[in-house]
């Protein structure tokens, strides 16, 4: 009970922190708009016809994947803040085992990529890109997307020591997880040699299950096959974030902190 308790105080002061932050929640549309409208009205405009309006509706899945991941990510960023900045202290003289901490960070990276693309799919909603049900479908497989992302996030973190160790391992990730993912193209078109970069991408998948709800939006995989990938890999990532940061080593300059010994 008291390990639920802890998760719930720290998920709890994760979220509050978002929520009031305001602004940062308004200008994260800002980034999936922009690809959508202005890029992909870009790209659009080179298609013929149907195919114009169509480019746009295919792109609905992956620029809501496209929140999930950057939210996801970002949040997990406050994992590496709070190990540099002296919070982390406090929660590791709680009485809990380590790994729940981490545990957490990824429910409230979670849930915050979920607020994210449930805003997105208001504005989407409003400005007819989507329909109201394909808008309330999506957010079924954009859960298990999060928390793939939200996995990822916490693989990083857990291997950060600093905020700008993590920022240039999360740039080196971000892009190519994205651009590689079939969110703004079909995986079919691309040469053979991309085919396999995407196929070992799991946030392809998260893509993908997306795409299973927008009928416009032509899928590369089964069902099936995504819900595996993403609930295998999401499993992996975080039981070996969680054993990267319950090892000892790791947080030996958090413990000599706190008990005065110098290593």
């Not at 114009?52 to 406050?78: D, E, H, K, N, R």
Request: proline share 4%; hydrophobic share 55%.
């Amino acid at each position: 009970m008291s390990n639920w308790l802890a998760v719930k105080a720290v998920v709890g002061r994760e979220l509050s922190k978002v929520f009031r932050q305001r602004g940062r929640l308004i200008s994260s549309m800002v980034r999936p708009l922009i690809w959508l409208l202005v890029i992909g009205s870009g790209v659009g405009s080179m298609l013929q016809g149907e195919q114009q309006s169509g480019y746009l509706t295919f792109l609905v899945p992956g620029i809501v994947a496209m929140t999930l991941l950057f939210a996801a990510l970002l949040s997990a960023l406050t994992l590496v803040y709070d190990k540099e900045f002296g919070v982390m202290r406090m929660m590791m003289i709680a009485p809990i085992e380590h790994y729940w901490i981490v545990v957490s960070k990824i429910i409230a990276a979670t849930i915050t990529a979920m607020v994210q693309a449930a805003m997105l799919l208001v504005i989407l909603a409003v400005i007819g890109l989507v329909d109201v049900n394909i808008a309330l479908l999506l957010l079924v497989p954009a859960l298990a997307t999060a928390i793939c992302c939200a996995a990822i996030g916490g693989l990083i973190a857990a291997w950060s020591k600093t905020l700008d160790n993590f920022a240039v391992i999360m740039n080196f990730f971000i892009f190519p997880l994205f651009f590689l993912s079939g969110a703004l193209y079909p995986v079919s078109q691309l040469p053979e040699y991309l085919k396999y970069i995407v196929l070992i991408n799991p946030f392809s998948y998260g893509v993908d299950l997306m795409k299973h709800a927008v009928p416009a939006a032509e899928s590369d995989f089964s069902i099936i096959t995504d819900i595996t990938v993403l609930s295998v890999f999401s499993i992996a990532a975080i039981v070996v974030a969680c054993w990267r940061f319950s090892r000892e080593s790791v947080h030996e300059p958090l413990f000599h902190r706190v008990t005065g010994k110098k290593g």
